[in-house]
């Protein structure tokens, strides 16, 4: 069959009027209702446990669609993305046939797609009728676009644009934007900020604010060309939007305990199984508002305090010891700032130092050691996989025999190394384990002896939660963030395990809790005292890049940290002078809240108190200073001290070898005043009936690293009178004071009684 050429002309030309009329027919017909309706997203609420609102949200980004009439909305705003996006937009129609031809042949002539020609009629189409991003979506979208526009007017058609438009973070339009980046809203930007939204309509999420500060600076400085261009911003308007911050000030927040609902939303999503996802929805979460704003001044203080010292980030975490509810969650002193602002130290592991010694001790007392169980503070060599290992204390001393109690109290290295050399590496993880530290994740041998000091990475709410362990005797629990579970609800058995035994539990706490037993460390009148029972514990990693600082009372947990996220040292801040006190003040802000309540004495699990010799830790003997120690049944000691009358107690091999090497000289040196008062004796080999006990003679003193010069002083003591008719004279002057301030020199020391006179004593203070 033979088709003429008019046929074919008919056939092409009939195909060409159908899709006209069809074209015409799919333009003219009206638009659904639902289509332009403003969007109704459901808003998912946190609020903390009291009801405070803490952050509206629909994403785990924090932000949600806010619709606003344009009419409402800053008249700068609007003219930034039309500049922007479609500077012809109000000459042409719903496409601009100018700029796709142009499109085309620069299309044409590169070979690939490198301008789409789109409008903000186009765009929108695209908005509300996603099509791919191809050529054949390309002719739907422009289909649509002309649809629009024969239905919408020009600015019913921006309306729609400005509210649909995605801004990075999950903001839905100009008015979500604006909240999120700037705490503002539409109504009023500047232009900086107009621009900068502008801007990120070609690539919101990888050029957001929150993103990449330095990249958003680039998008608005080019939107800011671009309005220049157009006239609706004139140079000196640009010179001063490139010097406004690309995020709101600090003070300018767009929710609420930050660090705490970005991970609310990233453990509960949009709050599936809890209500949410049908028309809006309430969650109550763990968290005391009151509190949480208390933390924050006070990490922010902190940072402020120590930034001289090379401090410029801390965080804090505070637990309800019973129910295991976050009561506040502070992860960096700004949440705003820029990128690093929200890492978040709460949940970021890093090493603790000292911090999991109680676990260790814990540990050593279920298998049989007492706070009475002496130590060796003394040079030692352990042989590991990775060569010699010369564990040091960090006021580079050496303290000799001490006490288990002494020990943990004052933080001494060598000790703790001792007991984890004694009990295995192995065994002090399997602890730490069940103590929650999951981010221990390396095997034993890879920590080796240092897992004792904490020479693997942990995070603050682990530890935090670990120690609440030790004050819900010895019992592992979880965390909570949701306060939607009944309060008085136990978590169930597969959810809890035993860490170490109540016995245990308790005479960590007790040893923790013992001023005179961290006196040796870390001196008197610390911010580590406080006026309600309260176990507290610091710890410093290697170069001091990380302080940490832990308190556990019967009623509530804190634990703080303080150092650089990028690792950098701080120069020589402690755990006692950096984070001891945050986590001081952050108690204190607790226990105006929550009752703390009363540790669990030893006593209420089984323990009973013996009295024994200070330096030897066995049964008190004539002539030995005497302490009274908790002891497990069965773990008292059954000798009597004979040392001191004679010899009936020899010492080990090892502390004869370090006291014929010097030990006892250094002993002295390091100003431990645990020895027995009989060592000082008369010319005639008897103790005098009205002598100094404390300083001995030829005693030598430096002052601790870390500790304030108001904190380093030595006890003044006389035995032979009664203490309230005593007198001193230091260096021939009468004092009051009946302690002794560590000052450099050569001090001569005597005491008189009822008109008796003590011998004369002679100390040194190094400088």
Same mark, same amino acid.
């Given at each position: 069959?033979?088709?003429?050429?008019?046929?074919?002309?008919?056939?092409?030309?009939?195909?060409?009027?159908?899709?006209?009329?069809?074209?015409?027919?799919?333009?003219?017909?009206?638009?659904?209702?639902?289509?332009?309706?403003?969007?109704?997203?459901?808003?998912?609420?946190?609020?903390?446990?009291?009801?405070?609102?803490?952050?509206?949200?629909?994403?785990?980004?924090?932000?949600?669609?806010?619709?606003?009439?344009?009419?409402?909305?800053?008249?700068?705003?609007?003219?930034?993305?039309?500049?922007?996006?479609?500077?012809?937009?109000?000459?042409?129609?719903?496409?601009?046939?100018?700029?796709?031809?142009?499109?085309?042949?620069?299309?044409?002539?590169?070979?690939?797609?490198?301008?789409?020609?789109?409008?903000?009629?186009?765009?929108?189409?695209?908005?509300?009728?996603?099509?791919?991003?191809?050529?054949?979506?390309?002719?739907?979208?422009?289909?649509?676009?002309?649809?629009?526009?024969?239905?919408?007017?020009?600015?019913?058609?921006?309306?729609?644009?400005?509210?649909?438009?995605?801004?990075?973070?999950?903001?839905?339009?100009?008015?979500?934007?604006?909240?999120?980046?700037?705490?503002?809203?539409?109504?009023?930007?500047?232009? $900086?900020? +107009? #621009?900068?939204?502008?801007? %990120?309509?070609? !690539?919101?999420?990888? @050029?957001?604010? &929150?993103?990449?500060? *330095?990249?958003?600076?680039?998008?608005?400085?080019?939107?800011?060309?671009?309005?220049?261009?157009?006239?609706?911003?004139?140079?000196?308007?640009?010179?001063?939007?490139?010097?406004?911050?690309?995020?709101?000030?600090?003070?300018?927040?767009?929710?609420?305990?930050?660090?705490?609902?970005?991970?609310?939303?990233?453990?509960?999503?949009?709050?599936?199984?809890?209500?949410?996802?049908? $028309?809006? +929805? #309430?969650?109550?979460?763990? %968290?005391?508002? !009151?509190?949480?704003? @208390?933390?924050? &001044?006070?990490?922010? *203080?902190?940072?402020?305090?120590?930034?001289?010292?090379?401090?410029?980030?801390?965080?804090?975490?505070?637990?309800?010891?019973?129910?295991?509810?976050?009561?506040?969650?502070?992860?960096?002193?700004?949440?705003?700032?820029?990128?690093?602002?929200?890492?978040?130290?709460?949940?970021?592991?890093?090493?603790?130092?000292?911090?999991?010694?109680?676990?260790?001790?814990?540990?050593?007392?279920?298998?049989?050691?007492?706070?009475?169980?002496?130590?060796?503070?003394?040079?030692?060599?352990?042989?590991?996989?990775?060569?010699?290992?010369?564990?040091?204390?960090?006021?580079?001393?050496?303290?000799?025999?001490?006490?288990?109690?002494?020990?943990?109290?004052?933080?001494?290295?060598?000790?703790?190394?001792?007991?984890?050399?004694?009990?295995?590496?192995?065994?002090?993880?399997?602890?730490?384990?069940?103590?929650?530290?999951?981010?221990?994740?390396?095997?034993?041998?890879?920590?080796?002896?240092?897992?004792?000091?904490?020479?693997?990475?942990?995070?603050?709410?682990?530890?935090?939660?670990?120690?609440?362990?030790?004050?819900?005797?010895?019992?592992?629990?979880?965390?909570?963030?949701?306060?939607?579970?009944?309060?008085?609800?136990?978590?169930?058995?597969?959810?809890?395990?035993?860490?170490?035994?109540?016995?245990?539990?308790?005479?960590?706490?007790?040893?923790?809790?013992?001023?005179?037993?961290?006196?040796?460390?870390?001196?008197?009148?610390?911010?580590?005292?406080?006026?309600?029972?309260?176990?507290?514990?610091?710890?410093?990693?290697?170069?001091?890049?990380?302080?940490?600082?832990?308190?556990?009372?019967?009623?509530?947990?804190?634990?703080?940290?303080?150092?650089?996220?990028?690792?950098?040292?701080?120069?020589?801040?402690?755990?006692?002078?950096?984070?001891?006190?945050?986590?001081?003040?952050?108690?204190?802000?607790?226990?105006?809240?929550?009752?703390?309540?009363?540790?669990?004495?030893?006593?209420?699990?089984?323990?009973?108190?013996?009295?024994?010799?200070?330096?030897?830790?066995?049964?008190?003997?004539?002539?030995?200073?005497?302490?009274?120690?908790?002891?497990?049944?069965?773990?008292?000691?059954?000798?009597?001290?004979?040392?001191?009358?004679?010899?009936?107690?020899?010492?080990?091999?090892?502390?004869?070898?370090?006291?014929?090497?010097?030990?006892?000289?250094?002993?002295?040196?390091?100003?431990?005043?645990?020895?027995?008062?009989?060592?000082?004796?008369?010319?005639?080999?008897?103790?005098?009936?009205?002598?100094?006990?404390?300083?001995?003679?030829?005693?030598?003193?430096?002052?601790?690293?870390?500790?304030?010069?108001?904190?380093?002083?030595?006890?003044?003591?006389?035995?032979?009178?009664?203490?309230?008719?005593?007198?001193?004279?230091?260096?021939?002057?009468?004092?009051?004071?009946?302690?002794?301030?560590?000052?450099?020199?050569?001090?001569?020391?005597?005491?008189?009684?009822?008109?008796?006179?003590?011998?004369?004593?002679?100390?040194?203070?190094?400088?």
């Amino acid at each position: 069959m033979i088709v003429s050429r008019r046929g074919i002309a008919l056939t092409v030309l009939g195909g060409v009027a159908v899709c006209a009329a069809a074209t015409a027919a799919f333009i003219a017909w009206p638009l659904p209702r639902a289509l332009t309706a403003p969007i109704a997203q459901p808003a998912l609420t946190l609020t903390d446990r009291d009801g405070v609102v803490l952050r509206t949200t629909r994403a785990a980004d924090g932000s949600r669609a806010r619709w606003m009439p344009i009419g409402e909305m800053d008249a700068k705003l609007i003219a930034a993305f039309v500049a922007v996006e479609d500077r012809r937009y109000f000459s042409h129609g719903a496409v601009d046939w100018r700029a796709v031809a142009r499109a085309a042949y620069h299309d044409a002539r590169a070979g690939r797609v490198v301008s789409g020609a789109s409008t903000i009629a186009m765009q929108t189409a695209r908005l509300l009728h996603p099509t791919p991003r191809m050529i054949p979506g390309k002719v739907v979208q422009a289909l649509w676009a002309l649809r629009l526009g024969a239905h919408l007017s020009k600015q019913e058609m921006l309306e729609q644009y400005l509210n649909r438009i995605q801004l990075g973070q999950g903001a839905v339009g100009v008015e979500s934007g604006a909240s999120l980046y700037f705490g503002a809203t539409a109504r009023e930007v500047s232009v $900086g900020q +107009a #621009a900068m939204l502008a801007g %990120l309509a070609h !690539a919101p999420s990888a @050029d957001n604010p &929150l993103v990449s500060p *330095r990249r958003a600076q680039g998008r608005r400085a080019r939107a800011l060309a671009r309005m220049q261009g157009a006239g609706v911003a004139s140079a000196q308007d640009v010179a001063l939007a490139a010097e406004e911050p690309v995020l709101a000030a600090a003070s300018a927040q767009r929710f609420l305990a930050p660090h705490f609902t970005t991970r609310f939303l990233a453990e509960y999503g949009d709050g599936s199984g809890g209500g949410a996802g049908e $028309g809006d +929805a #309430a969650i109550r979460t763990s %968290l005391d508002y !009151a509190l949480e704003n @208390d933390v924050e &001044l006070e990490v922010k *203080r902190t940072v402020l305090d120590l930034r001289e010292r090379g401090v410029e980030q801390a965080a804090a975490v505070v637990l309800d010891n019973r129910t295991g509810e976050v009561l506040a969650w502070v992860g960096s002193p700004n949440f705003w700032a820029d990128t690093s602002g929200q890492t978040d130290m709460v949940i970021s592991p890093r090493q603790p130092g000292s911090a999991l010694k109680p676990f260790l001790y814990g540990l050593a007392f279920d298998r049989g050691f007492t706070p009475a169980s002496i130590l060796a503070d003394i040079p030692h060599t352990y042989q590991t996989s990775t060569g010699p290992y010369h564990p040091r204390n960090y006021d580079r001393r050496f303290h000799g025999p001490v006490r288990a109690r002494t020990a943990l109290g004052s933080s001494y290295n060598i000790p703790a190394i001792e007991l984890a050399q004694q009990l295995g590496a192995g065994s002090l993880l399997q602890t730490l384990h069940l103590a929650g530290f999951a981010s221990l994740r390396e095997s034993a041998d890879y920590y080796g002896l240092g897992l004792a000091l904490g020479n693997g990475d942990v995070s603050l709410l682990e530890l935090a939660n670990g120690y609440r362990s030790l004050a819900n005797g010895g019992v592992w629990m979880p965390v909570t963030i949701d306060a939607r579970v009944t309060r008085t609800e136990r978590p169930s058995r597969s959810e809890s395990h035993r860490v170490m035994t109540p016995l245990a539990a308790a005479l960590v706490l007790d040893i923790l809790a013992d001023p005179v037993a961290r006196a040796p460390g870390f001196g008197i009148e610390s911010a580590l005292e406080f006026p309600f029972p309260a176990a507290v514990k610091t710890g410093t990693s290697r170069h001091f890049t990380d302080n940490w600082a832990v308190a556990t009372t019967a009623a509530f947990t804190v634990a703080v940290w303080v150092g650089n996220f990028n690792g950098r040292p701080m120069d020589g801040v402690s755990g006692v002078t950096g984070a001891g006190p945050l986590m001081h003040r952050v108690v204190m802000h607790a226990a105006e809240r929550y009752e703390p309540g009363a540790l669990p004495s030893p006593a209420s699990v089984g323990a009973a108190q013996a009295e024994v010799c200070a330096l030897s830790g066995l049964l008190v003997a004539d002539g030995c200073s005497s302490l009274t120690e908790w002891f497990a049944p069965g773990t008292a000691p059954t000798v009597h001290d004979n040392w001191h009358r004679g010899g009936g107690v020899t010492l080990p091999a090892e502390y004869a070898e370090w006291r014929s090497q010097g030990g006892d000289a250094m002993l002295a040196a390091a100003g431990d005043s645990t020895l027995p008062a009989t060592h000082v004796a008369s010319s005639s080999g008897r103790a005098p009936s009205f002598h100094i006990s404390s300083p001995r003679n030829g005693d030598r003193y430096g002052v601790p690293p870390g500790v304030e010069a108001r904190f380093a002083t030595i006890a003044l003591r006389a035995e032979g009178a009664d203490a309230r008719t005593v007198h001193w004279f230091v260096d021939g002057r009468p004092t009051s004071a009946n302690r002794l301030a560590l000052v450099a020199g050569t001090h001569v020391i005597r005491a008189s009684a009822s008109g008796a006179q003590s011998d004369e004593v002679r100390v040194a203070v190094e400088r």
